[in-house]
């Protein structure tokens, strides 16, 4: 007996047979077609502006960061007073003639000229290149802005971290010289003894001090 050849069912008409795996594609709308025009011509756009705005600050950049440090700089040369005159907890940076920073704090600082400002409770301290530290402070202090001078008076007392402590009534320090005198009655004690001076004269922010006669020197292990 013969098997009559079976036939493929007929589909919807005009529609062709899928065969199996087959991928259907389907158009994109016209909506998606717009939006995908609009894309590419706003990255056209944007990209070469995105570019030229960054070559615009890498151009720019030397002229930004000196404003900006100018700017640091000029904040660091006063105290930050307000308009009330006065500003506790007052806090000064700076740098010497040979860039070693130094800091100058006070509890109260006034403003009383210009150029003038009244410190009260001032203390500084400068760190040397060796590492060695110096400490010097007082109950009241004037500050000159324009030529970095600090006058100390009210038991001035100044410390090196090798232990000499120096203790006078008045002092002028010169902070952008790292340097500093009196004339007033000076006591020092240290490792080495005590001095008893009529003033005396610190320069390299302390490394070497100079006392004026006449004057008396003890040394340890030695008699009165």
Known sequence: ??????????GRAGRRPRTLGE????LPSSRAIARRRWLIAFTKWVLPLVALALLGVLALWPEIDRNINEARVSFRRSFAIPESGQLKDARYHGVDNQGRPYTVTAV???????QRIDLTAPAGDVTLESGAWLMVKARHGVYLQDTQQLDLSGE??????DGTTLVTDSAAVDLKAGA???AAMTHVEGPFGTIDAQGFAATDNGTIIRFHGPGRLVLNGSGR
């Open 108 to 114: 109260v600082a006034r403003q009383a000229e210009p």
């Open 180 to 182: 500093a005198a009196s």
């Open 1 to 10: 007996m013969s098997l009559a050849p079976l036939s493929a069912t007929p």
């Open 156 to 161: 001035v007392v100044l410390y090196r971290d």
């Open 23 to 26: 991928v259907v594609r389907r």
